[in-house]
């Protein structure tokens, strides 16, 4: 198993430039998620979906959209990118909607928009 | 609100010397509460969870629910426990989303 897989791994945008963020995993799980994380600061939660065609918004998901056509992929789309989405983005899963579960993360994508 | 507080950004021990590292929680209810951790290089990766009532790498975390706490400690530090802690908190909304505090950078030198 390759677990979460995150792509790309860096990426430099300009301000205005639009991007999509890959997220793909294949222990099939239904519940993933993208969190973003800030220099100094906790991850915070930007979508979530609890299965294939379902998400919802999280903490802060101005600026990002997201999709789920599949159980395996849930890719984080931005739009119109700002200096304010500079961050480091993981993606997660984990396979039941009980509290106790483990996520289970993928190695990030670091991105700087200039 | 639901939160998670970790007050210390970094966290420097010797070789052998007890290990803290504290975290405390604002939740209404039953929460729960998980050690996630990040070594260089790697993923995050969990640690431990309250529910589990486990010891992992010789770490262990009580929760405490009048003090609103679940602080990780271990007795003797390693240097290979050199890693950024994530205290985390389980929401009961958002599909089960965690909750994280800012992270403690824990350093270990011999």
């Known amino acids: 198993n390759a677990g979460v897989t995150q792509t790309p791994k860096f990426r430099i945008l300009k301000i205005g430039q639009s991007m999509t963020l890959q997220c793909a995993q294949d222990m099939n799980h239904n519940y993933m998620y993208w969190y973003r994380q800030d220099p100094g600061m906790g991850l915070k939660l930007i979508y979530y979906s609890v299965g294939a065609g379902i998400t919802d918004k999280g903490e802060v998901p101005n600026g990002y959209n997201v999709s789920r056509s599949t159980t395996e992929d849930f890719p984080l789309r931005l739009e119109l990118a700002a200096p304010s989405q500079t961050s480091v983005y993981f993606c997660a899963s984990t396979p039941k909607p009980d509290s106790s579960y483990e996520q289970y993360f993928g190695p990030g994508t670091r991105l700087t928009v200039t | 609100a639901q939160r998670v507080t970790q007050p210390e950004k970094l966290l420097s021990v010797f070789k052998g010397a007890p290990v803290e590292l504290k975290c405390n929680y604002s939740?209404?209810?039953?929460?729960?509460l998980f050690w996630y951790v990040q070594y260089s290089r790697q993923r995050l990766q969990l640690l431990l969870r309250?529910?589990s009532r486990e010891s992992i790498k010789g770490f262990t975390a009580d929760l405490n629910k009048g003090e609103t706490s679940f602080h990780l400690k271990k007795p003797f530090a390693q240097e290979e426990d050199s890693a950024m802690y994530y205290c985390?908190?389980?929401?009961?909304?958002?599909?089960?989303?965690?909750?994280f505090g800012k992270g403690t950078t824990l350093s270990v030198s011999s």
């Open positions: 939740y209404s209810g039953s929460p729960e």
């Open positions: 309250h529910i």
């Open positions: 985390a908190l389980s929401a009961s909304q958002a599909g089960t989303a965690l909750i």
